[in-house]
């Protein structure tokens, strides 16, 4: 009986760890994210129920790169195109950053899907999922600290 529920246990702890990384499943810069989050010259950050900037965060990842752009950009754009736009900062008719709102997930969490472009095929792919409003994204990613 005792290792029953030891393994009961073991696998709940198991799946609610898993959670945080099957939230973005359904998208494709969560790919980008597995795929280059090690690569040369990238750096990616991943936080789990975490509080930034007094914001409570159920997930907060970032993903910057150099040289790797035109790789990192189809994954962005199939994703861009199921979000709902917040901002958008467009410079010769190429998208430099934006910030976007994706579909909510059953469990009332809000996503969000934020990037930058720079020179030379670097940038910034942020993912966030959380209680917050986009007013709160806009506070917390914007302002000045």
């Known amino acids: 009986m005792r290792n029953k529920t030891m393994r009961t246990i073991l696998a709940l702890c198991f799946l609610a760890f898993l959670l945080p990384a099957h939230a973005q499943g359904d998208l494709q810069i969560g790919i980008a994210f597995e795929r280059f989050g090690r690569a040369r010259y990238c750096k990616m950050v991943v936080?789990?129920?975490a509080?930034?900037?007094g914001y409570r965060l159920k997930?907060?990842?970032s993903l910057t790169y150099k040289k790797i752009g035109a790789s990192i950009a189809p994954y962005l754009?199939?994703?861009r195109k199921k979000a709902k736009k917040i901002r958008e900062i467009v410079e010769s008719g190429k998208v430099e950053?934006?910030?976007y709102m994706?579909?909510?997930?059953p469990s009332g969490m809000n996503r969000y899907i934020l990037f930058s472009n720079g020179p030379n095929e670097s940038?910034?792919?942020i993912y966030i999922e959380g209680t917050l409003g986009p007013d709160d994204i806009m506070k917390l990613c914007y302002?000045?600290?």
């Not at 994706?102 to 997930?105: K, R, T, V, Y």
Request: hydrophobic share 35%.
């Open 77 to 79: 754009n199939a994703d």
């Open 51 to 53: 509080v930034l900037r």
């Open 47 to 49: 936080l789990n129920d």
């Open 59 to 61: 997930v907060y990842k």
């Open 123 to 125: 940038g910034a792919i």
């Open 97 to 99: 950053s934006g910030y």
């Open 102 to 105: 994706l579909q909510p997930l």
């Open 143 to 145: 302002s000045k600290r």
